[in-house]
């Protein structure tokens, strides 16, 4: 180190220096006194670092405090922000999956701002059950015996096959031993639960005989699990759910469905292939189905379990149900989407829905709207026909006709990158040089927002 870096170290001012300023004083009251200390000691630490690094002095104590607020607006910005979600992926497990609806939203609110009926009986006057609050609402919507709502999906897998299976065995199909993503294995599930996997069949074809020759003194039941997010094709096989039910109740089985997705209604009218739903899943004989309240059913994070009332039973009496029990915000917000079902408003009300029902001339006249305000700034950007896809794992491979606007510019990496990093980040998809914007996963409080942050960001620079 030279002289003069000794010498401009030992110019740094002191924490208490910094203290005393007013604007120190300031930043206390806004950020408390520990972190404001602990913002004031970085940026003199970085002060020191850039000396050494060559820098020729010793920026002025404003400038040091400007720093420490800065450090305190990096540490304190949400990581867990809204994005506007331009790709046409309706269910975005990375960008948080379903929107909630208007009732879900207000419902989960009402919840959140104050006490409530939780577990209180309003009529006695003392202890109620949480229980009590999605269940009705789910046992009429799907004409099952009982239900019960856990954290999610993942959860209420585990907790099926722990209360009916633990340390016996459950067969599954080999063609079913899928991974979701995000670490939903069906073989770990499984083996957390202390049951033992029975594999029959081969990947592409399983037969009704691999089932039944696989029954045995040890039998705790047959899983099928949904494919969710990958498809099989060419020379297949699988039983159907009513087969595989007649298989394991002649057998004094009960057939365990992990459905998935938590479709309720058909996804065939809107232009998609045939999702399978819970309904169906009920009138085929499963005895418990084992399905998401944040995918295609369009509430809150969730598991849901609805079937036989003995069995629901035995499972909300295990052990682990306490662990991965629902709260007031998810049974809140659970019941204000069931609801939607109930009223036949579903499709109207809830966003997936929505979002899947929209009609391709309505997402082209948005599109051209939207396409020519970006021209009209002198943006290269035109619409063009494309895809969405439902995600969420539902429906692979099935695609939904859309129309884009599609944004050209040069660097169209860097523009991507651009958008992200707005105050209200942008995701869309690149395509041949462009960026792609579906208006399908707009929804309607992003639109202005969206322009707005588009019209910033792609105006060409003046030549
Ligand atoms: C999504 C999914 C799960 C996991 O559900 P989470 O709600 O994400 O926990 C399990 N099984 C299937 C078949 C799924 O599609």
Same mark, same amino acid.
């Given at each position: 180190m030279t002289e003069t870096q000794q010498q401009l170290? @030992? %110019?740094i001012?002191?924490?208490?220096?910094?203290?005393?300023?007013?604007?120190?004083?300031?930043?206390?009251?806004?950020?408390? @006194?520990?972190?404001?200390? %602990?913002?004031?000691? =970085?940026?003199?630490? /970085?002060? !020191?670092? =850039?000396?050494?690094?060559?820098?020729?002095?010793?920026?002025?104590?404003?400038l040091l405090v400007q720093q420490a607020r800065e450090w305190l607006e990096d540490l304190l910005t949400p990581t867990l922000r809204p994005v506007i979600n331009g790709t046409g992926v309706v269910v975005h497990t990375n960008l948080g999956r379903a929107p909630l609806s208007a009732a879900a939203l207000q419902a989960m609110q009402t919840a959140a701002l104050g006490y409530s009926t939780l577990e209180y009986d309003l009529e006695a006057g003392?202890?109620?059950?949480?229980?009590?609050?999605? %269940?009705?609402?789910? #046992?009429?919507?799907?004409h099952s015996e009982a239900a019960t709502v856990v954290n999610?999906?993942?959860?209420?897998?585990?907790?099926?096959? &722990?209360?009916?299976? /633990?340390?016996?065995e459950v067969?599954?199909?080999r063609g079913q031993l899928v991974e979701i993503g995000g670490g939903f294995r069906v073989p770990d599930v499984m083996a957390q639960s202390g049951a033992k996997l029975v594999e029959v069949g081969t990947t592409n074809r399983t037969h009704l005989r691999d089932y039944e020759a696989a029954i045995n003194d040890k039998t705790a039941a047959i899983l099928v699990a949904h494919h969710s997010n990958f498809k099989i094709i060419g020379f297949t096989a699988e039983p159907e759910l009513g087969e595989l039910a007649e298989l394991a109740h002649a057998h004094g089985l009960p057939l365990l469905y992990d459905q998935g997705s938590g479709a309720l209604l058909d996804t065939a009218p809107y232009g998609l292939a045939h999702e399978p739903t819970v309904p169906e899943g009920l009138a085929a004989g499963c005895d418990v189905v084992a399905f998401s309240g944040d995918k295609l059913l369009g509430g809150p994070q969730a598991g849901i379990l609805c079937g $036989?009332?003995?069995?629901?039973a035995r499972i909300k009496k295990h052990p682990l149900a306490r662990a991965v029990r629902a709260d007031k915000l998810c049974l809140s917000g659970l019941a204000a989407t069931l609801t939607y079902y109930l009223t036949d408003t579903a499709t109207t009300e809830i966003p997936v829905w929505r979002m899947l029902a929209r009609s391709l001339a309505d997402i082209g006249a948005t599109?051209? #709207?939207?396409?020519?305000?970006?021209? %009209?700034?002198?943006?290269?950007?035109?619409?063009?026909?494309?895809?969405?896809?439902?995600?969420?794992? &539902?429906?692979?491979?099935? !695609?939904?006709? #859309?129309r884009l606007v599609a944004i050209a510019q040069d660097g169209v990496d860097d523009l991507a990158a651009r958008? !992200? /990093? /707005?105050? $209200?980040?942008?995701?869309?998809r690149i395509q041949d040089g462009r960026f792609l914007v579906d208006p399908r996963t707009i929804l309607p409080h992003q639109v202005e927002p969206l322009l707005q942050t588009l019209l910033r960001v792609c105006v060409p620079e003046p030549m």
């Amino acid at each position: 180190m030279t002289e003069t870096q000794q010498q401009l170290l @030992r %110019e740094i001012p002191s924490v208490d220096r910094l203290l005393r300023l007013p604007v120190t004083i300031d930043l206390m009251a806004v950020y408390g @006194r520990s972190l404001a200390l %602990e913002a004031l000691r =970085a940026a003199l630490e /970085q002060t !020191r670092q =850039a000396i050494q690094n060559g820098l020729a002095l010793v920026p002025a104590n404003a400038l040091l405090v400007q720093q420490a607020r800065e450090w305190l607006e990096d540490l304190l910005t949400p990581t867990l922000r809204p994005v506007i979600n331009g790709t046409g992926v309706v269910v975005h497990t990375n960008l948080g999956r379903a929107p909630l609806s208007a009732a879900a939203l207000q419902a989960m609110q009402t919840a959140a701002l104050g006490y409530s009926t939780l577990e209180y009986d309003l009529e006695a006057g003392e202890r109620g059950a949480r229980s009590v609050h999605a %269940e009705a609402l789910l #046992t009429r919507l799907l004409h099952s015996e009982a239900a019960t709502v856990v954290n999610n999906n993942a959860a209420a897998v585990l907790l099926m096959l &722990s209360a009916l299976c /633990q340390g016996r065995e459950v067969i599954i199909s080999r063609g079913q031993l899928v991974e979701i993503g995000g670490g939903f294995r069906v073989p770990d599930v499984m083996a957390q639960s202390g049951a033992k996997l029975v594999e029959v069949g081969t990947t592409n074809r399983t037969h009704l005989r691999d089932y039944e020759a696989a029954i045995n003194d040890k039998t705790a039941a047959i899983l099928v699990a949904h494919h969710s997010n990958f498809k099989i094709i060419g020379f297949t096989a699988e039983p159907e759910l009513g087969e595989l039910a007649e298989l394991a109740h002649a057998h004094g089985l009960p057939l365990l469905y992990d459905q998935g997705s938590g479709a309720l209604l058909d996804t065939a009218p809107y232009g998609l292939a045939h999702e399978p739903t819970v309904p169906e899943g009920l009138a085929a004989g499963c005895d418990v189905v084992a399905f998401s309240g944040d995918k295609l059913l369009g509430g809150p994070q969730a598991g849901i379990l609805c079937g $036989r009332a003995d069995l629901i039973a035995r499972i909300k009496k295990h052990p682990l149900a306490r662990a991965v029990r629902a709260d007031k915000l998810c049974l809140s917000g659970l019941a204000a989407t069931l609801t939607y079902y109930l009223t036949d408003t579903a499709t109207t009300e809830i966003p997936v829905w929505r979002m899947l029902a929209r009609s391709l001339a309505d997402i082209g006249a948005t599109a051209d #709207t939207w396409a020519a305000r970006l021209q %009209e700034r002198g943006i290269t950007a035109q619409v063009i026909d494309g895809f969405s896809t439902v995600g969420g794992g &539902s429906l692979p491979g099935t !695609r939904l006709p #859309t129309r884009l606007v599609a944004i050209a510019q040069d660097g169209v990496d860097d523009l991507a990158a651009r958008l !992200r /990093q /707005q105050a $209200r980040p942008v995701i869309g998809r690149i395509q041949d040089g462009r960026f792609l914007v579906d208006p399908r996963t707009i929804l309607p409080h992003q639109v202005e927002p969206l322009l707005q942050t588009l019209l910033r960001v792609c105006v060409p620079e003046p030549m």
